[in-house]
């Protein structure tokens, strides 16, 4: 069965969370899907560096209920036949700190639910969770991913964020491995998926040339439990059957 909504949890900040769920909704629209981001890491608000323009609703405002979910959408430009489209965090601090509130919470599940009925697929930028929001965004989804970098500190931070999961009764599904291929990466043994660096200039998964591509195309596959029918050059396919 086709998963709908997916969160991606790092383990800790610069886990390369939000740059996983931009590139994975990339490649859903490559295949032709409609996939909505939705940013819940209200403190780092990475999300909204890839929004073009201006951003004036955005998630932290539908979380106190100032304005309405569709309003806080931004399509992205991506030459792709599906739908991208981001709800970036983008507020004062004061409105930071009235979205961590319970009562915000429940409207970021409100959010996922409403996005859920609206496309495809939901992918969502979770902190590690110490926040509201961030609990109320890993239990609303169906499934949800651990993202850690392959560095020593990030095999380190794991387990405990994995238990913290599990405390809250929403355990993780699987664990996705960013920037394996780094000089100084280390082996992430739990990993399920690993993704190398890519080019840092825009989604790399919509160039099928490039590494990133196909790892992303697989990993994104497995989390959302459906088939993307994309192609890439003969390594890339060498690369993922191997």
């Known amino acids: 069965m086709t998963t709908s909504t997916l969160a991606l949890v790092g383990i800790a900040g610069g886990a390369g969370t939000t740059r996983t769920a931009v590139e994975m909704a990339a490649t859903l629209g490559r295949a032709g899907r409609s996939v909505a981001v939705l940013d819940a890491a209200f403190g780092t608000q990475g999300l909204a560096t890839h929004v073009s323009g201006r951003i004036t609703d955005d998630m932290t405002a539908v979380a ?38 319970p009562d915000a919470a429940r409207a970021v599940e409100t959010a996922v639910a409403d996005a859920a009925a609206r496309f495809d697929h939901v992918l969502i930028d979770v902190p ?18 651990l993202v850690t970098p392959a560095t020593r500190r990030g095999v380190d931070l794991l387990p405990r964020q994995r238990g913290r999961l599990r405390d809250l009764d929403a355990p993780a599904d699987a664990v996705v491995a960013t920037r394996t291929d780094a000089a100084d990466a280390v082996p992430v043994e739990d990993a399920d998926h690993g993704l190398p660096e890519g080019d840092p200039v825009g989604p790399a998964a919509l160039d099928p040339d490039s590494p990133l591509a196909p790892a992303v195309a697989d990993a994104t596959e497995a989390l959302l ?18």
């Open 64 to 101: 106190v209920g100032e304005s309405a979910f569709e309003t806080a959408l931004y399509d992205t430009d991506y030459d792709v036949p599906g739908r991208v489209t981001f709800c970036p965090a983008h507020a004062p601090f004061e409105r930071l700190a009235r979205a961590k509130t």
């Open 128 to 145: 590690p969770v110490a926040a509201n929001q961030s609990v109320a965004a890993l239990t609303a989804a169906d499934r949800r991913a």
């Open 225 to 242: 439990r459906t088939d993307l029918d994309l192609t890439f050059p003969d390594d890339g396919l060498f690369d993922r059957l191997s």
